[in-house]
């Protein structure tokens, strides 16, 4: 199981990114793929999550991003993408993806999922 984050970068508040997240080693239509973020001082937080239902596509969003970001995923490429728009100094942080076996969109804290990969760092400044 491989995932690697990717899209980090500078951006001046009310700005937009786009990270995207690619996977190998699993089934997206069988596992979730969530979005969590870490900033300087800060616990790990859950972010966004594209559940691996292919039914109903089930999204998550944190309180503090939704109506700016917006997750979505491409099988055939196998990668995850989180729009980030409207962007904050509040957003500064690494994020990550990350898949686990046994959880769901609706257990998005961190130490619960297995599999991750390496951060991006995310910087909204002026």
């Known amino acids: 199981v491989q995932l690697q984050a990717s899209g980090g970068g500078v951006v001046q508040p009310g700005g937009s990114l786009r990270l995207s997240c690619a996977t190998s080693?699993?089934?997206?239509?069988?596992?979730?793929v969530g979005w969590f973020r870490q900033a300087p001082g800060k616990e790990r937080e859950g972010v966004s999550c594209f559940s691996y239902s292919d039914v109903d596509g089930t999204r998550y969003y944190a309180d503090s991003v939704k109506g700016r970001f917006a997750i979505s995923r491409d099988v055939a490429s196998r990668a995850v993408y989180l729009e980030m728009n409207s962007l904050k100094p509040e957003d500064t942080a690494v994020y990550y993806c990350a898949t686990d076996f046994e959880s769901s969109c609706s257990q998005l804290s961190w130490y619960r999922w297995d599999y991750w990969g390496q951060g991006t760092l995310v910087t909204v400044s002026s």
């Open positions: 080693g699993f089934n997206l239509n069988h596992y979730p």
